[in-house]
């Protein structure tokens, strides 16, 4: 009895050990300062995208989920969130942003896309390039071991996502706002931040009672019938993939320097005024999230990549 209580303790000993690398990558992955939209901001974007999806895209997607996604892109669409300090994803970490020089308010693909020790392409705008031709294997069908596609869909989905939210294309000094300590109405937060979730999160209690789905049929509405069904088509103009990944991320840098940084200072408290002048710049780039990929990948399948 006393040996088998002994064996036991030793097993879940063992399971706890086991257990921390996952554990403490979990506390990275969600601490404060990390730089994403957050998972609301990501599921919105991801669930426009499928439903606007035609037939061939639609399946494609549903071919590459994972069963347990139950054919719902959106609840994978922060997958790239949690994984990104896994020893094994740890490569994908500068993939969610760009930093651009203080100031410039400009982005350039060669000059700007690159990580810390300058290797090329390791950027959001790189990786929604090299993830979308990763898709477009799809037609070459499983025998295509070279990459893992449902890793590709989950990552391509995510990064239109973080492209799109104007302060992750923001100034290397600052980290792009993260650093820009700020009060949102009566609690801490910081400038990136209040872009990635506050904003969202102030809109859903204000406007939708909390509920996102209230939230989604807004976007919706704006897009098929409201203020955005005239422009979806120019939002859908780029030519290639370098000239694709480069629009979005200028339209962010753009949008970073009027609407995120403009004005704001270190300490300062936002509340109302900037609250209700930015939710609609955040709704927008939301919505154009979900657009803009539907649209990489409707080209790819029209010219019988996927
Ligand atoms: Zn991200």
């Known amino acids: 009895m006393e040996v088998n209580h002994i064996e036991e303790l030793k097993r879940v000993m063992v399971s706890i050990v086991r257990l921390l690398p996952v554990l403490a990558a979990l506390v990275v992955a969600t601490a404060p ?8 901001g990501h599921i919105l974007t991801c669930r426009i995208a499928q439903t606007l999806l035609d037939d061939g895209a639609a399946e494609v997607v549903h071919n590459l989920l994972p069963d347990y996604a139950d054919g719902d892109l959106s609840s994978l669409c922060v997958w790239p969130d949690q994984i990104r300090h896994w020893y094994r994803f740890r490569w994908t970490s500068p993939l969610h942003f760009i930093d651009t ?20 392409d390791m950027c959001v705008a790189g990786a929604v390039r090299n993830f979308t031709s990763q898709l477009m294997h799809y037609h070459h069908g499983s025998s295509d071991r070279r990459y893992n596609l449902t890793e590709a869909l989950l990552f391509l989905s995510h990064f239109m996502g973080d492209i799109h939210q104007p302060m992750h ?33 102030t809109a859903l209690a204000d406007y939708y009672d909390k ?6 049929g807004d976007l919706q509405k704006n897009l098929t019938k409201g203020i955005w069904s005239d422009d979806i088509s120019s939002w859908r103009t780029c030519d290639n993939l370098l000239s ?3 629009k979005y991320a200028t339209e962010s840098i753009d949008l970073a320097c009027k609407w995120g940084y ?3 200072t270190q300490g300062e408290t936002l509340a109302d005024e900037y609250f209700e002048s930015r939710m609609p710049v955040v709704m927008k780039r939301i919505a154009q999230g979900g657009v ?3 649209n990489t990948i409707q080209n790819d399948a029209k010219k019988g990549y996927i």
């Open 33 to 40: 300062g990390a730089r994403s939209w957050s998972k609301e």
């Open 101 to 120: 020089p203080d100031s410039a308010c400009t982005f350039d693909y060669s000059r700007d896309c690159h990580d810390l020790n300058g290797a090329e």
């Open 169 to 201: 294309v923001g100034f290397s000094d600052d980290k792009g706002g993260n650093s820009i300590q700020v009060r949102w109405f009566r609690h801490k937060s910081n400038l990136h931040h209040v872009w990635d979730r506050e904003i969202i999160l």
């Open 211 to 216: 509920n996102l789905d209230l939230f989604l």
């Open 244 to 246: 694709c990944s480069t």
């Open 262 to 264: 403009n004005g704001v």
């Open 292 to 294: 803009s990929p539907n």
